[in-house]
C-alpha cells in the first residue's frame, strides 16, 4: 500500500484564499517533499523538508512536518486560479519516494 | 538544482514493439536511479530501483522480463518497455539521487508519455 496518504482528495476553493492539504505515512523517514502536477504534464517539485526540519516557507507556500504524529501539510496562501493541479507529497527513504494518492485542488477566479 | 533529463518525451508505438527510454543525470553521478508509472488520474507508482554496476530491483508484481533496465553508467539508466501492450500506456517517470546531499534528495525527470496502439 501506499506509503503516504493525502486529504482531501480534492478541494475547491476560490481566487486568493488559503488552501491546505495534509499527509500522514506510516515508517521513519529521511525527508519529505510536495509536487505539484498539471494535468497531463510532469511533476514539479515544490518543497523538500528533511526529517529534522519542522517548517519551510517558500514564496506563498509553507510545508510543516510533524515526525511524531507521521504527517505533513501543505499551506498555499492567496490561492491563484493557475494553482489548479493535482498535489502529491513523497515521502522518502534512503533516496526512494513513495507517493501519496494525491489532492486535486481547483482554484475558481 | 540537480537536473535529470528523460528522453524521448512522449512515444506511440504499435503493440508488439519495444520502445527504450532513458534517464539521464546531467550534472551529478547518479548510483541510483528509480523507475515510476502513473496511470491517468492515479499517483505514481515505484516499478524498480536501478543500481549501477548491477541488477536492477524489481517493485512486486512489476514482470523484470517485460521492463528490462540497465544502468550502465553513473550518468544513464534505460527502461526497455519489451513487447508492449495497449495496457503498458502510462507516463513513465525516473529520478536519479544525489550522492552529495545530505538526505539522499533525489530529482525527477519529466516524463515520458507511452502511447501503445
Known amino acids: 500500500s501506499q506509503q503516504g496518504e493525502e486529504d482531501p482528495q480534492a478541494l475547491s476553493i476560490q481566487e486568493g484564499e488559503n488552501a491546505t492539504m495534509n499527509c500522514s505515512y506510516k515508517?521513519?523517514?529521511?525527508?519529505l517533499q510536495w509536487y505539484r502536477q498539471n494535468s497531463g504534464r510532469g511533476l514539479v517539485h515544490l518543497i523538500l523538508?528533511?526529517?529534522?526540519?519542522r517548517e519551510k516557507h517558500s514564496g506563498r507556500l509553507r510545508v510543516t512536518l510533524d515526525t511524531s504524529k507521521k504527517s505533513s501539510s501543505l499551506l498555499i496562501t492567496a490561492s491563484r486560479a493557475a494553482d489548479t493541479a493535482s498535489y502529491f507529497c513523497?515521502?522518502?527513504?534512503?533516496?526512494?519516494?513513495?507517493f501519496g494518492d494525491g489532492t486535486t485542488l481547483t482554484v475558481k477566479p | 538544482g540537480a537536473v535529470v533529463s528523460q528522453h524521448p518525451s512522449w512515444v506511440i508505438c504499435k503493440s508488439g514493439t519495444s520502445v527504450k527510454i532513458e534517464c539521464r543525470s546531467l550534472?551529478?553521478?547518479?548510483?541510483?536511479m528509480f523507475w515510476y508509472r502513473q496511470f491517468p488520474k492515479q499517483s505514481l507508482m515505484l516499478m524498480a530501483t536501478?543500481?549501477?554496476?548491477?541488477?536492477?530491483?524489481?517493485e512486486q508484481g512489476v514482470e523484470k522480463d517485460k521492463f528490462l533496465i540497465n544502468h550502465a553508467s553513473l550518468t544513464l539508466s534505460t527502461l526497455t518497455v519489451t513487447s508492449a501492450h495497449p495496457e503498458d500506456s502510462s507516463f513513465y517517470i525516473c529520478?536519479?539521487?544525489?550522492?552529495?546531499?545530505?538526505?539522499?534528495?533525489?530529482?525527477f525527470g519529466p516524463g515520458t508519455r507511452l502511447t501503445v496502439t
Open positions: 529520478s536519479a539521487v544525489d550522492p552529495g546531499g545530505p538526505s539522499y534528495e533525489q530529482y
Open positions: 515508517t521513519s523517514i529521511n525527508n
Open positions: 523538508i528533511r526529517s529534522n526540519e
Open positions: 513523497a515521502t522518502g527513504i534512503a533516496g526512494k519516494s513513495t
Open positions: 550534472d551529478f553521478q547518479a548510483t541510483t
Open positions: 536501478s543500481n549501477e554496476g548491477s541488477k536492477a530491483t524489481y
